[in-house]
């Protein structure tokens, strides 16, 4: 078959080169034969080969007869692509480089990244959310410097022109093929039935089409040759006409082309049937349709199908919809499509398949051809209207958004492409009108303000659409087309665009209502308001930064007068449509005013870059009035939410007051909201600003004189907050100048110290928190000084550190010490804290600072900020300061505060001050017009202050005040004085009775002034003061008018203030009478810090520096010594203030008394605890006390805190963790250490590890010995050997029980099982899992050994061979020895079954006996590892006040007494007598014992102590050291011996013959080698010569210096364990010293070497000390190699015991920079299951990489990880996840995260690679870890624990 078609293949390509018609014919029937729609009938049988043979043969024509592989190769040939293209899917590793990118938006592909150069740029790693393609190679995306060296631009010229032959059958196969395609998509495609969704149906169809598609796709890869073709047939309507119009014969076809219509019908924006009247007229529609009357009468929105049915059924309690007839909508933009070619029909199945990876990967890759691209942006512009529409039914829509951007941003960043659409396609008239479209689906009546009459609409937050923010393909498109200059530049040109744009964003204004719950708490907090602030964000705020980014230089004024044009005409339909006069609805906010902030940013724009005049942009006075009210009513309503008078709306509403000033949202927020605020305060007139600020903020009745008021509108204990809010408001609105005059600059200073100065930060969060210009395009933060240099300016870098906790810090950026002195600016941390605890954190830091730097003592108050001058347009401003309305509430404020009135805090009179000083500083009119006070001026409250000015009005006396108070208040009982005024003529009115003064009667008057023009009138009109006062009707109390003697100016009251705040009388003094320099000096640096006084202080300075007058008055004023300011009667203000001063005092001393308690009761535990903890102390106690013999350990029990000693009865015991671990394992016998591999080439071995080198002997040994000896001649622990270590706490074991019970009764879910026995310390809380019973008795033992006894040598051997022969029996069953029996238990069943078990018959007491005494040589073997592997250091172990060895060995030796080795083959006999039989050595056994030589020395010694009675005696402990040296130094001289060449062999064995007869012959290694040599040479050990030369290269000669030292060092660890042994159990301090020494020191320690012995002439050797004629026992050991040596020759030498040279424990070793290790593992496919591992992960012990939660490799319900932890290191693993760069340990059934050991350039972890930023390895963070892995303390340190459930 296949000859067939290769025949048929090259026959047509030979005909066609030639150019016959026929065969073009011939082409085609074959083609419609292969690749015709089978009818349904035949289908079953045939088309299940269809596709494939389909493919098949389009593959051989197109090869034309030639192999397919070679095809392809021939066409690759003629690629000329300069681009690289790569398309790739969501979750695909990626890089972007900002220093290269032109647009924002650039990627490149791992491979292009790594081969261009991009070292010290600035770029990041991140995973692709939706999808994109390598943009290298395009030099319309990024610089060419970026390029790889791929696509380094190559000339045209470089790439030959493509044979005409090569291609010529693509040309006409492809087309069909296209065709063949498309019509299965069309045959597949149902339109839904009734909204029922066909989405099985259409993946049946995508499944059948992946064959072909994956086929397309291979073409696009072959080059630039294949893409042009393909292009061709794709864009060619000739084709498209001939093939698809429907029109053919074949009944198929036909069918398949009405499915295509009915699918068509459905893709236009309007619906005929949609009924016109069910819309309300748009407000603005009326004004704009003049514009284009598009559409039929009856053209109306929506698909009414789906519209209508949902309006039915949506029942009462959702608002009705409203629809818009829009008749401004462009008609070709609402009609059905039309397709022209292939391209344009594909496009639309693609979106009617809902985008198909497939289908989308396919269209992308064609894109590196130009020619494609232009016609493909085409076409999806085309399409836009559809896609979205689709888009809005889908119910995938999150998948099919990602789909969509991901082709949208390829076409769109691409700015000369986006501005060819532009102009030739509509495109921004598509987008503007398309989201129109979209957002009117869900559109409700507005409720704010006139909620009857209001015909203003806003979209419904609640809604799908907004909620799961599936506007957001579109937003970001058209964000991404506004960032291209010459986009940007139409729209703002384009009125009719313009006035549709503010149309949408009004769609917004007001959205979001919230309402004041006044009785019940709601009971549904909706939260809806994430969704209305990412739309407002999204929708509205960044296409404005977008805008804005072009409107920077004067050029484009025009541009900026066009959008504030159209937005204040969109803000005045928006006034009108909600009915809005004068007076906001009570109770109701929205945070939502997009059009107030358009407005505002570019006003902003225009007056700082364009220099426009502020004044041509501004609307009337009225307006102005309008536009402050609602941007003042969210200002109140924050206020009002922190006084938690909102609570009953649930805590959304905080949600939305932080979300409002949030890092992201503050800058599209309340930024523009204040500077909107500041724009009308410098317009309109100051006393109406000011009234109304108080008014919205509801304190107005609080401003009173009087000592009692009644407020109508506001509960009294939210009054204090509602007026520190107010004056807190005033002062930023008064103080910020971000908008009004700052630099970018200084801005980027003012948030950064701002933020740093709450709290120290890392540079990621710091990079979040400021606000930066949100438009995505800008990338960098504007301003000339970027993020870094200003960072480096204002803060220091504080290292990552540790905590002794083990937490792990990031590195810091903490503010430099000149930052808070002079920078540390409380208004910017107040405008940008979200929490108000920030506030006080960055006030705690800030007195820190004063106090440490010996500033300031006491409690510093907020620093006053001298500001950046005003932008001139904004002088108006400062008029708020310098008008009579504030000067009265400022007055009446402080006077309030003097005399003590409720509802008053420290918090007011610091705002008050700050105020006073900003007029202070901001004063303009200096002494000229102090002289004529105000004479033309409009005498409305001149009874209160002469002018407006607050300098002058400062020192202007007020002698009484009218005040209205409720009947009951003090004030009313005093008679007035006889004459109020001085002498009833108008003119000294002035200084008599100032009137009732009302600010909202103020604010009214001046509201009607402004609406009426017409003075006269007005003040008719309101005069009457007292009944504008709001009472409401019928209040209780009735007022009454009192008048009040007050006789002060602010500036008397400052002074008196002062006097107050410190206490004593006449604290103040001018200090410039004292020194005149003070008046001179500006700035005063003493001022500068301090607290409440200083600050007074400071402003009296300013004042009197701004005039001399009032230095006078204030000289004046300290002259006359005044009396005390209230009568001094305590008053209960002050009387609270001392008692609270005596209660603190009594608590104090209270808290002292505890303490001293707590100390001593701490001191005596310290001192018993230290009983246990370390032998070493004991002993000195003992031999301090009188009874010393019978002093016996006393325990104290942490639970019951009795102490005791432990009995029998009743045994204390220690609090233990049991874990079984490998570290020991890990050892390796070389220095260097193992790296991880990053690439192929490099591997890990295990089998150098001390492990595997243990495994291997013990088995080579079972193949020859006799098991049981086999068992005795090793150790084994070293993988899964158990670790046993306690925190030194002691209890009872009674106590223990039921404290288990406890908490297994206790719900509280805790990290640790306590089924599994585990607990916490009850005293440190400490992770333990088990009590090891400490062994009662007295400490005599302890104190035998001191007097050294004189029995022989012989004598003690002879009685170890006694003692050891008596059998251990159990002692009675008491309840220590159950204890011991079930902590032996524990032991047992905390390692795995198969690291107990290893004789050949299973279960056999020889294995018990073998773990026994193996889990000491753990215990031992780790302490020395923990110790740095030697004894040099000495003391006592750095474990040692922790060590339970020594109860650990009671318990053992008690179990080890049980097996009783039988005499024949006890060791010891092997080791001190001489054998009487040599036929005893060969007895009828079929396997031998393992030789003495060949066993394990240690493992002997430990079986030897372990199997004596205990307590041992230390004569006898030092008699069986001694013994087994004498071993250990043959065993030695053997490996010598064979290690060394023949030779040398013959030398040394003369040399020493000759020494033989000498007196000390057995205690020179010469002699004894020379005796050993002489033995061993008669069996056949030295014939394998040459072959493998052990370890020492023969050449090296040996001389006596380095045998000597090869000696020691053989017989060292053995030393050293013994010297811990002797530590542990008989106490007593371990010698320190040299490492050249430590052979010596340990010998003498252990009593080896006699204490005469002088060190001059030391040898290993002089420590022997024989038991037996030495050359007979040496002889008799010797036999046995020989024996064995002539049946096994070549074993010999395996078997004998290598020096144990073990290099300490590591981890493996990690490369500097984490991408190379992310790099070689993320794409790396998993040796187990060959896939590649979704959560890669490698162990940091052996270098395994496994599948973190991988269900491919799962065994017996175990994931991966913990299995390999259970392998590797015994139920310890370490792993580093690829995809995270963190650590996780599992410790048994337990895991944790640890954190991670590489960070970026800031010393900031990279949790999950978000950021992406290149890691570098932080060696003391992996030092830490390593460290906690082999001291097994990961679960002491680490705290948040939990269970896998074997799932990792």
Not at 792 to 805: H, R
Not at 868 to 884: F, R
Not at 987 to 1006: D, H, I, M, W, Y
Not at 1475 to 1491: G, I, R, T
Request: proline share 4%; with cysteine; net charge negative.
């Amino acid at each position: 078959m296949a000859q067939e078609k290769r025949a048929t293949a090259a026959r047509l390509k030979a005909a066609l080169s030639l150019e016959q018609e026929s065969a073009a014919a011939e082409l085609r029937a074959l083609l419609e034969r292969v690749l015709s729609l089978r009818d349904e009938a035949s289908s079953s049988s045939s088309s299940s080969s269809s596709p494939e043979a389909a493919l098949s043969w389009c593959r051989c024509l197109l090869a034309g007869g030639e192999p397919w592989e070679s095809f392809v190769a021939a066409v690759r040939a003629y690629d000329p692509a300069t681009l690289c293209g790569l398309v790739w899917t969501a979750n695909f590793v990626a890089y972007r480089c900002r220093t290269c990118g032109i647009s924002p938006c650039m990627s490149l592909c791992a491979e292009c990244f790594h081969q261009g150069d991009h070292a010290g740029h600035d770029y990041n790693m991140f995973r692709s959310q939706a999808g994109g393609a390598c943009d290298c190679g395009d030099g319309n995306v990024m610089r060419e410097a970026g390029f790889c060296k791929r696509h380094r631009i190559k000339s045209s010229s470089e790439v030959p022109s493509v044979p005409k032959d090569l291609l010529i059958m693509s040309e006409l196969v492809l087309p069909q093929f296209i065709f063949y395609l498309i019509q299965y998509l069309r045959d597949g495609y149902n339109e839904p039935v009734l909204d029922v969704p066909s989405e099985k149906d259409l993946h049946k169809v995508l499944q059948m089409l992946e064959p072909h598609i994956s086929f397309l796709e291979d073409l696009t890869k072959m080059g630039g040759a294949m893409r042009s073709v393909l292009t061709q047939v794709l864009t060619n309507q000739q084709f498209y006409k001939d093939l698809s119009s429907g029109s053919g014969e074949n009944a198929c076809t036909k069918k398949s082309h009405e499915k295509y219509l009915v699918a068509l019908k459905g893709s236009g924006l309007t619906f005929p049937e949609d009924k016109l009247g069910s819309g309300v007229q748009e407000p603005g529609a009326a004004a704009s349709s003049s514009v284009v009357q598009g559409g039929t009468p009856g053209s109306g929105q929506g698909d009414s199908s789906d519209e209508e049915d949902q309006d039915g059924s949506q029942g009462v309690g959702k608002r009705k919809r409203v629809k818009l007839s829009t008749t401004t909508k462009d008609q070709s933009i609402m009609d059905v499509l039309k397709h022209k070619c292939f391209l344009e029909e594909l496009l639309f199945w693609t979106i009617k398949y809902e985008f198909p990876q497939k289908m989308v990967t396919f269209l992308l890759n064609m894109l590196p051809d130009q020619d494609y691209k232009i016609a493909f942006t085409k076409t999806f512009v085309q399409h836009y209207a559809f896609i979205m529409k689709t888009l809005k039914k889908s119910h995938e829509s999150d998948t099919m958004s990602n789909r969509i951007v991901h082709i949208s941003v390829q076409l769109f960043s691409n700015e000369e492409l986006a501005r060819q659409v532009t102009e030739e396609c509509q495109l921004l008239d598509i987008m503007v009108t398309v989201l129109l479209y979209m957002m009117e689906s869900c559109l409700i009546k507005s409720e704010l303000q006139d909620e009857e009459n209001s015909l203003h609409v806003v979209v419904n937050c609640g809604e799908a659409l907004l909620k799961n923010n599936t506007y957001w393909p579109l937003v970001s498109d058209f964000i991404n087309i506004l960032s291209h200059q010459s986009v940007a530049k139409k729209f703002l040109e384009d009125h009719r665009l313009l006035v549709t744009w503010m149309n949408f964003v009004s769609f917004f204004q007001g959205m979001n209502l919230n309402k004041r719950e006044l009785n019940e708490h709601v009971e549904f907090e909706s939260q809806t308001y994430y969704a209305a602030f990412a739309a407002e964000l999204e929708a509205c705020a960044q296409p404005m930064w977008g805008l804005l980014s072009h409107c920077k230089i004067r050029e484009t004024q025009e541009y900026t007068r066009n959008v504030v044009r159209y937005c204040l005409e969109a803000l005045q339909d928006w006034f009108d449509a909600i009915n809005f006069v004068d007076e906001p609805t009570p109770n109701q906010v929205t945070f939502h005013l997009p059009l107030h902030r358009y407005y505002a940013m570019f006003l902003s724009k225009a007056v700082k870059c364009q220099e426009l005049d502020l004044d041509s942009l501004l609307p009337d006075q009225e307006m102005l009035m309008k536009l402050m009210v609602h941007p003042l009513q969210i200002q109140a309503s924050l206020s009002e939410i922190h006084s938690n008078m909102w609570v009953r709306n649930g805590l959304q509403i905080k949600g939305q007051a932080m979300t409002y000033v949030q890092s992201h949202f503050c800058n599209s927020m309340i930024d523009p909201d204040i500077y909107l605020l500041q724009v009308c305060a410098s317009r309109l007139d100051p006393d109406y600003f000011i009234s109304s600020v108080f008014e919205r903020f509801k304190v107005v009745d609080l401003l009173t004189m009087a000592s009692q008021h009644q407020n109508t509108v506001l509960d009294s204990e939210h009054e204090r907050s509602m007026l520190e809010g107010a004056l807190t408001f005033l002062v930023i609105l008064l103080s910020l100048r971000l908008h009004l005059g700052m630099t970018d600059d200084e801005i980027l200073r003012a948030e950064m110290v701002a933020q740093l100065c709450m709290n120290d930060r890392t540079h990621s969060s710091l990079l979040d928190l400021i606000p930066e210009n949100p438009n995505p395009k800008s990338g960098i933060i504007p301003g000339s000084l970027s993020f870094e240099s200003m960072l480096s300016a204002v803060a220091d870098f504080k290292a990552p550190v540790f905590e002794p906790g083990g937490s792990m810090q990031q590195g810091m950026y903490t503010p430099k010490a000149e930052v808070w002195d002079k920078e540390f600016d409380p208004v910017m941390v107040i405008l940008r804290t979200v929490y108000r605890r920030d506030v006080q954190s960055a006030m705690d830091r800030y007195t820190a600072f004063l106090k440490q730097s010996g500033k300031v003592h006491g409690n510093p108050w907020p620093p006053y900020k001298k500001r950046t001058d005003l932008h001139s347009s904004y002088k108006g401003l400062m008029g708020l300061l310098h008008c009579k309305t504030l000067h009265i509430v400022l007055f009446t404020l402080l006077y309030k505060i003097l005399m003590d009135h409720q509802n008053l805090s420290e918090h007011v009179l610091c705002m008050v001050l700050y105020l006073i000083e900003l007029g202070l500083e901001n004063s303009s009119e200096l002494e000229s017009d102090e002289e004529d006070s105000g004479v033309g001026q409009e005498r409305c409250h001149d009874s209160w202050f002469p002018g407006n000015n607050l300098v002058s009005n400062m020192r202007h006396f007020i002698n009484y005040v009218r005040v209205r108070v409720p009947e009951t208040a003090p004030e009313v009982k005093r008679e007035p004085p006889a004459s109020t005024s001085s002498d009833g003529s108008g003119a000294s009115q002035n200084s008599g009775t100032a009137q009732v003064f009302s600010l909202v009667a103020e604010r009214r008057k001046k509201f009607q002034e402004i609406i009426n023009r017409n003075t006269t009138e007005a003040t008719q009109a309101v005069r009457p003061k007292t009944s504008m006062k709001w009472s409401a009707p019928g209040a209780t109390p009735q007022l009454t008018t009192a008048i009040l003697e007050v006789k002060e100016s602010i500036l008397s009251l400052l002074i008196k203030l002062h006097h107050k705040l410190s206490g004593k009388q006449n604290s103040y003094f001018p200090p410039w009478l004292d020194d005149m320099e003070t008046l001179i000096q500006h700035e005063n640096p003493k001022y500068l810090h301090g607290d409440g006084m200083t600050a007074v202080e400071r402003i009296l300075l300013k004042a009197a520096l701004q005039s001399r007058l009032n230095k006078h008055i204030i000289e004046e004023i300290c002259r006359k010594v005044t009396p005390p300011v209230p009568p001094k009667k305590i008053s209960p203000a002050e009387k609270k203030t001392l008692d609270k001063e005596e209660r603190r005092q009594k608590a104090r001393e209270r808290q002292q008394k505890l303490l001293a308690e707590f100390a001593s009761r701490q001191k005596s535990f310290m001192e018993t605890a230290m009983d246990v903890e370390s032998p070493d102390v004991d002993i000195a106690m003992e031999i301090t006390t009188a009874e010393q013999h019978v002093s016996e350990a006393v325990y104290d029990c942490v639970i019951c805190g009795q102490s005791g000693p432990s009995t029998e009865e009743r045994p204390a015991g220690l609090v233990v963790l049991l874990q079984p671990s490998s570290v020991l394992g890990q050892c390796r016998n070389t220095t260097e250490s193992k790296k991880l591999p990053t690439s192929e080439k490099e591997q890990i071995y295990p089998w150098d590890t001390c492990a595997a080198v243990y495994e291997a002997r013990l088995a080579t040994l079972q193949q020859y010995f006799k098991d049981s000896s086999c068992l005795q001649s090793v150790s084994i622990g070293w993988e899964g050997g158990v670790y046993v270590q306690t925190c030194g706490h002691t209890l009872h074991i009674d106590c223990h029980k039921s404290y288990m019970e406890s908490l297994r009764n206790d719900q509280v879910l805790q990290g640790f099982s306590v089924d599994k026995g585990e607990f916490t310390c009850p005293l440190c809380r400490q992770f333990a899992n088990s009590v090891l019973p400490c062994y009662p008795g007295n400490n005599v033992e302890r104190t035998l050994w001191q007097c050294h006894s004189n029995k022989s040598m012989q004598d003690l051997i002879k009685e170890v061979e006694e003692l050891q022969e008596q059998l251990g029996t159990f002692p009675s069953e008491t309840n220590l020895s159950k204890e011991m029996e079930s902590v032996m238990k524990d032991i047992k069943s905390t390692t795995q079954k198969k690291y107990t078990d290893y004789s050949k018959s299973p279960g056999s007491p020889d294995n018990d006996f073998l773990f026994m005494y193996s889990v000491a040589r753990t215990n031992l073997e780790l302490e020395l590892v923990h110790r740095g592997g030697n004894l040099c250091l000495g003391g006592a172990s750095t474990a040692g006040k922790r060590s339970c060895l020594n109860q650990l060995f009671h318990v053992l030796a008690m179990h080890m007494r049980f097996y009783s080795i039988d005499s024949a083959f006890n060791p010891w006999k092997k080791l001190t007598q001489l054998a009487l039989d040599e036929n005893l050595q060969m007895s009828n056994e079929e396997q031998p014992e393992v030789p003495v030589l060949y066993r394990d020395v240690l493992s002997l010694l430990l079986i030897q102590i372990l199997t004596m009675p205990q307590p041992l005696r230390k004569e006898h402990f030092i008699c069986i050291t001694k013994v087994l040296f004498t071993l250990l130094y043959i065993q030695a001289l053997v490996v010598l011996s064979v290690k060394c060449n023949s030779e040398d062999r013959i030398t040394w064995m003369n040399s020493g013959a000759l020494k033989k007869s000498l007196s000390n012959a057995k205690k020179t290694w010469e002699v004894l080698l020379s005796h050993v040599i002489s033995e061993l040479s008669k069996g056949k050990i030295y014939e394998q010569e040459g072959t493998e030369d052990l370890a020492m290269d023969s050449t090296s000669a040996w001389c006596p210096h380095s045998i000597e030292m090869y000696l020691q060092q053989f017989c060292l660890p053995f030393l050293r364990i013994t010297s811990l042994l002797q530590h542990h159990l008989f106490g007593g301090e371990l010698p320190s010293c040299q490492e050249g020494e430590e052979f010596a020191v340990l010998a003498s320690c252990l009593g080896l070497l006699s204490p005469s012995f002088q060190s001059s002439q030391f040898s290993s050797a002089s420590c022997l000390d024989w038991p037996v004629p030495a050359f007979d026992i040496i002889s008799q050991w010797c036999s046995e190699l020989v024996s064995f040596s002539n049946t096994h020759p070549t074993q010999v030498k395996v078997l004998l015991i290598q020096e144990s040279k073990w290099d300490l424990p590591h981890l493996l070793q990690l490369p500097e920079n984490y991408n190379t290790i992310f790099q070689y593992y993320h794409r790396k496919s998993c040796s187990v299951c060959s896939k590649v591992p979704k959560d890669p992960a490698i162990c940091l012990v052996c270098g395994t990489f496994v599948c973190l939660k991988g269900l491919c490799c799962k065994q017996q319900s175990y994931c991966e990880c913990v299995l390999h932890s259970q392998n590797c290191g015994a139920g310890t693993g370490i792993f580093l996840l690829i995809n995270a760069s963190v650590i996780i340990i599992i410790r048994g059934h337990r895991f944790c995260l640890w954190g991670s050991v590489y960070l970026d350039a800031h010393g900031e972890e990279d949790r999950d690679l978000r950021r992406g930023k290149p890691l570098y390895i932080c060696k003391e963070r992996y030092n830490v870890l390593e460290q906690q892995w082999v001291s097994h303390t990961f679960d002491h340190i680490n705290k948040r624990w939990g269970p896998h459930y074997n799932g990792l």
